[in-house]
């Protein structure tokens, strides 16, 4: 891997010394797992906050297409040193109280605007729908408001502790999940009695054309074979089937401002760090239309990334810190028009 300086504001560097008491970490160096090119240039490189191991790893940007990976990064027999039990995508506990008027409005704007059972809409629904619209204002307020498919089979990629699957099976899906770590996969099937597969794609369990719908909720910055996943999830869709894709932009205002303390690095958990360009070019060629990429703001993900940045002794961010919620809410909103938003996600329908 050719390793090139970079003029980044936080500094670059090729190397990962990485260790620990007990055992070691394994790491290897790979090609970029979009173009398959092996020449880089370095960004910057930072440490795993979650686990307080020792060392750094460090990101690289492929100097052919652009993606942005961690490289060198754990194999697979590290990896999971690095997804504690406390991991909080594993937790669904107090994530979503069921509120009956907060689910009646979305309930409403569901059918309005995505096509949810039943149809047509009476006067009453569409005047709660607008109410929903007031309520549930911002982007990241409703991110997971995808549109409904005929058939309604939707299969959710790392669906983590469940929350997902059980609002739409709530909404009129009929839901599955996919799961890595069995453990949370048999505490998803006890709690909500909704089937998941352990497991990831490609799986063998699955048939072609099984499903209208399948989602990747911050889940395509983990795996390590990105365009490999996707094949695998175009094939399950039926014609018309939906593909949803949420992950952190490495584009962002926060990124760019932030660096090594952004949150939505989660070094070394992700592998991948997309932008739209480079999320876009994973798409498997001809297999799908009507792509779309929305910028979601997240003034949390921001302001978290800004107290973590002086925590760790970056003193230029504690002008940020003073600032009142009104000024985060609508300066990070901003991020939305000018794409530069915390999050992206892709919505693609199936040829």
Same mark, same amino acid.
């Not at 926060?254 to 798409?283: C, D, I, K, N, V």
């Given at each position: 891997?050719?390793?090139?300086?970079?003029?980044?504001?936080?500094?670059?560097?090729?190397?990962?010394?990485?260790?620990?008491?007990?055992? !070691?970490?394994?790491?290897?160096?790979?090609?970029?797992?979009?173009?398959? /090119?092996? =020449?880089?240039?370095?960004?910057?490189?930072?440490? =795993?906050?979650?686990?307080?191991?020792?060392? #750094?790893?460090?990101?690289?940007?492929?100097?052919?297409?652009?993606?942005?990976?961690?490289?060198? /990064?754990?194999?697979? =027999?590290?990896?999971?040193?690095?997804?504690?039990? #406390?991991?909080?995508?594993?937790?669904?506990?107090?994530?979503?109280?069921?509120?009956?008027?907060? =689910?009646?409005?979305?309930? !409403?704007?569901?059918?309005?605007?995505?096509?949810?059972?039943?149809?047509?809409?009476?006067?009453?629904?569409?005047?709660?729908?607008?109410?929903?619209?007031?309520?549930?204002?911002?982007?990241?307020?409703?991110?997971?408001?995808?549109?409904?498919?005929?058939?309604? @089979?939707?299969?959710?990629?790392?669906?983590?502790?469940?929350?997902?699957?059980?609002?739409?099976?709530?909404?009129?899906?009929?839901?599955?999940?996919?799961?890595?770590?069995?453990?949370?996969?048999?505490?998803?099937?006890?709690?909500?009695?909704?089937?998941?597969?352990?497991?990831?794609?490609?799986?063998?369990?699955?048939?072609?054309?099984?499903?209208?719908?399948?989602?990747?909720?911050?889940?395509?910055?983990?795996?390590?074979?990105?365009?490999?996943?996707?094949?695998?999830?175009? @094939?399950?869709?039926?014609?018309?089937?939906?593909?949803?894709?949420?992950?952190?932009?490495?584009?962002?205002? &926060?990124?760019?401002?932030?660096?090594?303390?952004?949150?939505?690095? #989660?070094?070394?958990?992700?592998?991948?760090?997309?932008?739209?360009?480079?999320?876009?070019?994973?798409?498997?060629?001809?297999?799908?239309?009507?792509?779309?990429?929305?910028?979601?703001? $997240?003034? &949390?993900?921001?302001?978290?990334? $800004?107290?973590?940045?002086? !925590?760790?002794?970056?003193?230029?961010?504690? @002008?940020?810190?003073?600032?009142?919620? &009104?000024?985060? $809410?609508?300066?990070?909103?901003?991020?939305?028009?000018?794409?530069?938003?915390?999050?992206?996600?892709?919505? $693609?329908?199936?040829?």
């Amino acid at each position: 891997m050719a390793i090139a300086a970079s003029a980044s504001r936080w500094g670059a560097t090729g190397a990962c010394a990485f260790g620990h008491d007990e055992f !070691a970490i394994e790491l290897e160096t790979i090609p970029c797992p979009s173009c398959f /090119r092996t =020449d880089f240039e370095a960004v910057l490189s930072s440490s =795993d906050f979650l686990t307080q191991f020792k060392g #750094e790893f460090a990101l690289a940007r492929c100097t052919s297409c652009n993606l942005v990976i961690t490289n060198p /990064r754990p194999t697979m =027999d590290s990896i999971g040193y690095f997804y504690p039990d #406390e991991y909080s995508p594993y937790d669904a506990n107090e994530l979503h109280k069921t509120n009956w008027w907060k =689910d009646l409005l979305e309930r !409403a704007a569901l059918r309005c605007y995505h096509g949810y059972p039943g149809q047509p809409v009476d006067l009453t629904t569409r005047l709660l729908a607008l109410l929903a619209l007031r309520r549930f204002a911002s982007r990241k307020k409703r991110h997971d408001w995808i549109p409904f498919r005929e058939g309604g @089979k939707l299969l959710d990629v790392g669906c983590g502790g469940g929350v997902f699957l059980e609002r739409m099976r709530k909404f009129g899906w009929d839901v599955c999940g996919l799961e890595m770590a069995e453990d949370v996969a048999r505490r998803v099937e006890r709690r909500t009695g909704i089937k998941v597969h352990v497991g990831t794609l490609p799986y063998a369990g699955f048939q072609p054309q099984s499903f209208d719908a399948v989602t990747f909720w911050h889940v395509m910055e983990h795996v390590p074979n990105p365009r490999e996943v996707l094949e695998s999830a175009a @094939k399950l869709l039926r014609p018309k089937g939906l593909l949803v894709i949420e992950v952190p932009n490495i584009e962002s205002w &926060s990124f760019a401002e932030f660096g090594p303390y952004w949150y939505g690095l #989660e070094l070394p958990r992700h592998f991948q760090h997309f932008s739209p360009t480079t999320l876009t070019a994973m798409l498997p060629e001809g297999a799908f239309r009507n792509v779309e990429i929305q910028q979601i703001a $997240a003034p &949390s993900l921001t302001r978290l990334s $800004a107290e973590r940045a002086v !925590a760790e002794g970056c003193l230029d961010a504690a @002008k940020w810190l003073g600032k009142p919620k &009104s000024y985060w $809410a609508e300066h990070v909103n901003r991020t939305e028009s000018n794409h530069q938003a915390d999050l992206i996600r892709l919505v $693609a329908e199936r040829v």
